[in-house]
């Protein structure tokens, strides 16, 4: 079976471009979402669900699929893991063939190299900074501000019958960082 998946990010633009182009790839079933990639495609999540070995998922394009290409390389790797084709109308990609295939998987590495070049820039980065005498990280201890707020926070403690709740709701922390500013 042939299922479409079109999605547009706001309630103000149209699915007809893409309802129309999948209807053309003879979809059996299509699937429509108005909501942007970063939150959560509840739609999709069902499509995906439902589907089974020989089905073929159809999109109009790649970024109606995922916000990224590790996003769409792990959809399309576990549609492939189910015997699931793939199909994206306007990038000529159909895993169905082995033409697909391989572009499809050229993408994995290109993705999978910019990954890794990415993090042998980041860590050469951080050496070159702590050559230069830089501390990497998060400083140690508590901010000026964060002394302040601890050092009233043990005063309240020690000089007043307010309880732990009523000392975090005066000074605006919660209760884990009261505790965390009285073991200091």
Not at 126 to 142: E, F, H, T, V
Request: glycine share 6%; with cysteine; charged share 30%.
């Amino acid at each position: 079976m042939k299922y479409g998946y079109s999605r547009v990010s706001t309630q103000h633009q149209k699915l007809d471009l893409q309802i129309d182009a999948l209807k053309k790839a003879g979809c059996d079933i299509i699937v429509s979402e108005k909501i942007s990639s970063r939150k959560r495609r509840l739609e999709l999540e069902k499509l995906l669900l439902k589907m089974k070995a020989n089905d073929t998922l159809i999109v109009f394009k790649l970024d109606r699929l995922g916000r990224s290409l590790k996003e769409l390389v792990n959809i399309v790797s576990s549609l492939e893991e189910k015997g699931i084709g793939f199909v994206s109308i306007s990038d000529q990609i159909d895993t169905n063939s082995p033409c697909g295939r391989l572009l499809f998987h050229m993408l994995c590495a290109i993705s999978s190299f910019e990954i890794d070049i990415l993090r042998e820039r980041t860590k050469a980065g951080i050496s070159a900074a702590r050559d230069r005498g830089k501390k990497i990280g998060r400083p140690k201890g508590l901010s000026t501000e964060a002394q302040k707020v601890a050092r009233k926070v043990k005063d309240l403690r020690d000089n007043s019958s307010l309880t732990v709740l009523e000392i975090c709701d005066s000074v605006g922390i919660s209760k884990p960082t009261y505790y965390r500013y009285l073991a200091r």
